[in-house]
Each structure stands twice: as C-alpha cells, then as structure tokens.
C-alpha cells in the first residue's frame, strides 16, 4: 500500500538468493523446551491458579521477553562467574551455593508448581558451586552453555510460539471445546443433542473424565510424603497424577495435528510473500527491534544503541512507577494508583451522547511507545476513525433512530479485512506468478525449488485439515469456507505485524469467521454443513490466538533474515515451537484444572473461569442460532459491505494522491480493535507529528530510545516483575488489578 508497489518485480530481483546460511542447532531448541516448561509453570500459577496476570496474552509475549532477558542474564552472570573463578574458585561455588539458598528460601514462600521450579534452580546452582569447588575443569564445562547473540535470538523465537501455546485463547478454548458439550449436556437436552455424533477422536467421551476435570479430581491426597524434595515437588506431581491420560491421548494427539496444519498453511503462505515484503517493499516490521536491542547485551563486546541511550532509562522507569502505583495499591488500598482506564459514559449519559462509542481513555503505556514506531498515516487513522465512529454513533441518535451497536465497526472491519487481504495478493501478482512458473519449470533449482515446497505446503496442509473436518461430519466446502477464511485473517494479521508492529494480540476480528456466515444466511447457511456442536468445536480457529501466531512466524522469519539463519532451518523451528509448546500447555492445563476444577479457575466461581465462560457462550449462541434458524443479518451485511466499500476507497485515494494522510490498514485496525486504544494513540501520534515539524528526522531518532524504554518497562514490571511477585507471594498480592495486555 505504499509507493513502492508501483514499481514492477524484476527477473533479478525474483531470483536474488536468501543471504542466510546457518542451521539452527540442537541447543537453542533444549534451551527453549526448557524455558518452555518454565513458562508454563508460570502461567498455570499466575493465570489460571491466581488470576494476577497475563504473561502468554501479549504482543510481543511477556514469557519470551522474560526468556530473553533471563538468557542475556546468564550470559552476565557466566562472564562475572568466570572472572570471579579467575581469581579464587572458592569464592565463584561460595557465590553459587549463596544463590541457591536464596532459591531454597523463596521456594519456601511460593506456591503451586513454583515450588518445584524454584527447587530445581537450587540444586542445580549447589550441584554447580559443588562442582567448580572440586575441580577447575567444572568452569569450563559450564562456559559451554553461554550461547551467542544469534542463539538468544532463536530461542526467543521458539518462545514467541511456544508460550503463546499457553494461552486462555489457545490451549485455554481447545480443551473446553473439547468438553463442553458433555459437561453441560448433563443438565441441559440442546448441548447434550449438540455434542451427539462428535467422533471420539476430536472431543472427549469419557462423562466420568469430563466430570472430574470442571469439578477436580477425586483421587484420594496421598499420604504426606517423606523426603524433602518429594515434599517441595508434590504441587508437581500429585496433580499430573490425577489426570485419567488413557482418555485424553487421541483426541489432544488430533487437536495438536489440526494446529499445526493450520499454523504450517499460514507459515507457507507467509514465506510465499516474504522477500516480496522485505525486499520489494522494504515493510519495517517494529516489533523485531525489541529481541535485536535486548539481544546485544548477551555478547560479551555488545552493545546496544537503545540501551546506552539514557532517554530509554527515563521511559523504562516511567513505566516502572506507573507499575509501582499498582503495586503498592494493592498492598494498601488506601494510596492512590493509576487505572488502567477510565470510563467516560458516567459523563455521557444524556441523549443522544450515550450512544458515543469509545468512551474509555485507556492508560497503556506499551501502546505509548510501540504507536511511535507505527506509520503516522496508520495512527491518524487509527484514532480518527474512532472519533468518526462515535461521531456516527451520536449523530444516528439525535435524528431519533436506535440502532444497536451502529455503525458496527467489527462488522466494518471484517469487510476491510477481505479487501485488503484481496489487495495483498493483487499487488504481489507478478512476484507469485514468477515464482509459481520457477517452480514449474525449474524445480531444481534453489529459487524454483523453494516455491515449489511452500506451494506443496501450503496446498498439503489444507488438504489434510479439511480431510479432517470431512472425517468429523462436516461438509467439504463448509470445510474450505472455514480454512479460507481462518488463513485469511491470519495473512492479513500477519502483514499487518510486518508493516505496523501492531502491539496487540488481537486485532483482527475475533467471531469474524461466523460473522461472515451470518451475512451470507445466517443459520440456514450452514446447518446443512454441519451440526452447531461441530462448527463450534473449531471455535478458537477463528476467534482465538492462532490468528496471533501468524504475527510471530512472519517476524520469525525476519529475525532469520537479521541473524543470517536459513529459512527453511527457521520454518522447522516454527513448526517444532508450537508443537512442543502446545503439549506441554496440554499437560500443564489439564493437571491444574483435574487438581482444583476447571469450574474454579481463571476467575471462575463455580460456573468456570474466562476460557470456559467464552466457549460456551458461544456455543450457546450457536445452538440458539441453529433452533431458530436465524436468517441473514442484514445490518451486519450492509456494515461489511460498508467496510470495504471506505477501504477500496482508501486504497485508490493512496494510488491517486501519494501523499492523501489515510491508510486502509489503519482503517482496517481500528475497526477491528484498536479503536478502543485511540487516546494512547493520539497522544503518542501528536507527540510524533510535532517532533517531526520542529525537529525533523533528529528530533524523531533523539526521542525514540523513550519511546521503546516506555513500552519496555511495562512488559518488564507490569508483566515479568508483577508475574514473578504474584507468583512467589500469592497471599501478598492477591487484590492485585489484573494487568491486561489484550
């Protein structure tokens, strides 16, 4: 959408070599399933068990940020280690076993799997200083674990999917979804005929496991169990013990098959444009700066231009003390804090400015300073829409008409989505036409050859996914339509990460894929498809985080690009991220939830927690839709038609007017989400517009180390510092205000 697609794809250009060279290494991928396990005791603990924070529901992800700096920790400490070795061995395994006693004792005071976690730090840093205190050849043996700046930044990749894995809105639906209908059949006919016919291969049959796992298990407490370790791990391995696995094993075995199927179609297609998008049009893809900047540190000679920078300190502190607020509110409800928002409608309450839109001035300070690194034409956009919308709103009720939820921006937003996504590939029609006569005509060569696997991919991913839709009951367009639409919103997502760096987890429109149904006939549309309990089952293809993981596998293969990595080597590492991760989510969740209930989780009193409340609200509404056999939703229609109606407009105004200030993406962007951000926004775009005005290009450079520092230090002690805390001191913080990232 910018001026550089004007110009035409060359023969050159289509077969420029991929500069990476380099494979990826069996340490990065130990190193990432262990800060995997690692995550995931953290969010089981923190998300599910307490509720205090968000550590998977981030962009860019607080539990690959913290692997990041945990990783640039270590390689620190390993060079104070050695230094200090240099000088007396004795002192190095005296600093070592000081540490582990500091871990030992705040194991004492953490709770749930953190006990465990934090009892294995300790042994392993005693085994250490034991071991350096024995033999000089100890030091060494360690030293071969500090892993270069190109394996720091790998590891955060396999982070950013395997933790995201972890998530309420991944892991956190599909196990649900694999069980409502059973669950809540018991007591209700319309859930119990909508999970009849579901194969036992895709949702759990067992009524028994499906009790146990909303209400806990009831396995007997084992006895109190001798020995010390045996004790400090018990949160460990009494709940893993409590999971009936023989019942759960197929259909998780499915689940992670269907994932990865969807999530290797979206990496094809992304690969399919990738030099198109880094090398024709040069997108900027803001995010990759974070893992690059903190990643320097981890060299011993490195150096980081954001970090020398004392403007960064200064932002990375002011997000400190708005953490620092929160904190202390917590410990004493008496001192004042700053709110994550605050709500306008008690100011708005006559008509017609009740039926404003947007009424909430959020305080995000990650969105203050990752907007900066956005397009300006994207910001104005973003918040100008919004404005306009609410102005819409307003504007309908003082002519006397109530129209609910008008002028139905996600509706918009789902019609900008389609013509953009149909703009992306028109543009790049002449790159993926060479590519695809490459791969026919010249298979064997590395040009050819590369477009000929991703096309095979891609096409073979979806083949199988629908195969497995089919097998399940459902029909095979109903099939395609729910494929196409899932991989749409993920290309769309994905180059909208590449280009803007969009700081959000969820901008794309969630319930998208049922929204487009309902506009072409609603209930009637698919109820010869398939059953309401079946579509709903692939419930989080469309609304969940699996549309977010596109955004991590497009900058993964930039960050490939950056450390000289061979695209297919990143490609296997993106696949192998989630899989991985996404077993260990399973195994994590599911002992939690058959330990304390699924019912009490999250939240959850009783009725069940986040996760549990969203998909059967959802398949509430699917099954009310199929009884009463909703027709087209004509106002959402119209919305939709709407949406891409303003974003051709804006595309065509782009070509005509190099400098018209309005940008399809970011129209597209705040309609699906981002509108609700527009204060952080336009404060930010503001701040940016006159810095450019009075101080030019320098001015904009001097200021940005803040701006990154600024969204920085709240991924940092809004999330890893507040996580950790709410983690080890659970009773501490237990009226903390849950920080959320979405």
């Not at 690692?38 to 940020?65: K, R």
């Not at 024709?280 to 803001?286: G, N, Q």
């Not at 010249?442 to 996914?465: K, T």
Request: with cysteine.
């Amino acid at each position: 959408m910018s001026a550089r697609e004007r110009h035409p794809v060359t023969a050159d250009e289509m077969v420029q070599p991929p500069r990476a060279a380099r494979g990826i290494g069996l340490r990065v991928v130990i190193v990432g399933l262990l800060l995997t396990i690692g995550a995931a005791v953290w969010v089981a603990q923190v998300e599910m068990i307490l509720h205090t924070a968000e550590v998977s529901e981030s962009v860019p992800l607080i539990a690959s940020i913290a692997g990041l700096l945990a990783l640039v920790a270590w390689n620190r400490s390993l060079s104070a280690l050695g230094a200090l070795a240099g000088r007396s061995r004795v002192a190095a395994a005296a600093a070592l076993i000081g540490l582990a006693g500091v871990a030992w004792l705040l194991s004492r005071a953490a709770g749930g799997g953190l006990v465990a976690f934090l009892v294995v730090i300790a042994m392993l840093l005693a085994v250490a200083g034991v071991m350096i205190a024995a033999s000089p050849r100890a030091l060494a043996v360690i030293e071969r674990w500090r892993l270069a700046r190109r394996e720091v930044v790998l590891v955060y990749c396999f982070l950013t999917l395997s933790a995201l894995m972890m998530s309420a809105k991944v892991s956190g639906y599909i196990i649900p979804q694999m069980t409502v209908y059973s669950y809540f059949g018991f007591d209700n006919p319309d859930f119990e005929a909508a999970g009849r016919g579901m194969p036992g291969w895709l949702t759990l049959q067992q009524a028994e496991a499906v009790r146990q796992l909303y209400e806990g298990s009831d396995r007997d407490v084992p006895p109190d169990p001798g020995g010390v370790v045996a004790r400090a791990t018990e949160g460990l391995w009494w709940p893993l013990m409590q999971v009936p696995w023989a019942a759960w094993l197929l259909p998780l075995a499915t689940w992670i098959a269907i994932m990865v199927l969807v999530l290797a179609a979206s990496l094809c297609l992304l690969a399919l444009m990738r030099r198109y998008w880094m090398e024709k049009e040069r997108l900027s893809f803001p995010l990759v700066m974070i893992p690059l900047e903190l990643s320097s540190a981890a060299a011993p000679t490195g150096r980081s231009t954001f970090l020398r920078d004392p403007g960064f300190w200064v932002g990375f502190l002011l997000s400190g003390t708005f953490t620092l607020f929160v904190l202390l509110h917590a410990v004493n409800p008496a001192l004042p804090t700053f709110r994550p928002y605050y709500n306008l409608r008690p100011l708005l309450t006559e008509r017609p400015w009740n039926a404003a839109q947007s009424a909430t001035i959020q305080v995000r300070p990650e969105l203050l300073g990752m907007t900066y690194f956005m397009d300006s034409d994207i910001t104005l956009t973003i918040w100008l829409m919004a404005m306009v919308n609410s102005l819409l709103a307003v504007g309908t009720s003082a002519l006397g008409y109530e129209t609910r939820d008008f002028p139905r921006p996600l509706d918009q937003g789902v019609g900008a989505y389609v013509i953009i996504a149909i703009f992306l590939v028109w543009s790049a029609r002449a790159w993926l036409r060479r590519g695809i006569v490459a791969a026919a005509r010249r298979p064997r060569s590395p040009e050819g050859g590369r477009h000929l696997a991703l096309w095979l991919g891609l096409l073979g991913s979806v083949a199988a996914l629908l195969a497995l839709m089919v097998a399940a009951g459902m029909r095979w367009w109903l099939g395609a339509y729910v494929c196409g639409i899932a991989l749409l919103f993920m290309f769309v997502y994905g180059r909208a990460r590449a280009e803007t760096g969009v700081p959000h987890p969820s901008a794309y429109p969630m319930d998208g894929a049922m929204n487009v149904l309902e506009y072409i006939g609603g209930a009637r549309s698919w109820t010869g498809g398939a059953t309401p309990g079946l579509l709903g089952i692939f419930y989080s293809l469309g609304r969940g985080y699996t549309t977010t993981a596109a955004g991590a596998e497009v900058e993964n293969l930039k960050l490939a690009e950056e450390q000289g990595v061979r695209e297919r080597s990143m490609a296997w590492l993106t696949l192998l991220a989630p899989v991985l991760g996404l077993g260990i989510a399973f195994v994590m969740r599911l002992a939690v939830s058959y330990h304390y209930g699924l019912n009490f989780l999250e939240g959850g009193a009783v009725e069940g927690g986040y996760a549990v409340r969203q998909v059967y609200n959802h398949a509430n509404e699917m099954i009310r839709d199929a009884e009463l056999g909703v027709g087209r939703t004509v106002a959402g229609a119209n919305a939709a038609i709407f949406g891409a109606t303003v974003t051709v407009a804006l595309i065509v105004l782009r070509r005509l007017f190099l400098r018209f200030p309005l940008h399809p993406l970011g129209y597209c962007l705040a309609m699906v989400r981002l509108r609700e951000f527009w204060a952080p926004i336009l404060l930010t775009w503001t701040i940016k517009t006159l810095l450019l005005k009075l101080g030019g290009a320098r001015a904009y450079r001097r200021a940005a180390p803040a701006f990154m520092g600024l969204a920085i230090g709240h991924y940092f002690f809004a999330g890893i510092v507040l996580g950790a805390l709410a983690a080890a001191f659970p009773h501490l913080l237990a009226k903390i205000e849950v920080i959320n990232f979405d």
